[in-house]
Nanobody, 111 residues
Framework: QVHVVESGGGLVQAGGSLRLSCVAS????????WAWYRQAPGKPREFVAE???????NYAEAVEDRFTVWRENAKSTAYVQMNKLKPEDTAVYYC?????WGQGAGVGVST
């Protein structure tokens, strides 16, 4: 069993940047896929980015070229660097790994 915890959320102006981290409690799952999702107020949860097996990374079209994800297996941690943030990126961001979901990290982008 694994637990994941996100951190790094906050409030920024449009065009700014934030980095979220997701730490897993169990390093045995370090090679499992990681994924980021987000849920804006009043909207369903949506896919943001994911690591699949090997070196495959997929991004949602809405964030491609602005968000970058990477992982540090030795730290059981995944990251998402979010640049050129837009008000529509405002959401709670969730990490998923090893079948577990984190509690979410809030990101607010003001105009």
């Amino acid at each position: 069993q694994v637990h994941v915890v996100e951190s790094g959320g906050g409030l920024v102006q449009a065009g700014g940047s934030l980095r979220l981290s997701c730490v897993a409690s169990n390093s045995e799952f370090s090679m499992e896929p990681w994924a980021w999702y987000r849920q804006a107020p009043g909207k369903p949860r949506e896919f943001v980015a994911e690591f699949r097996s090997g070196a495959t990374i997929n991004y949602a079209e809405a964030v491609e070229d602005r968000f970058t994800v990477w992982r540090e297996n030795a730290k059981s941690t995944a990251y998402v660097q979010m640049n050129k943030l837009k008000p529509e990126d405002t959401a709670v961001y969730y990490c998923q790994h090893g079948g577990a979901w984190g509690q979410g990290a809030g990101v607010g982008v003001s105009t």
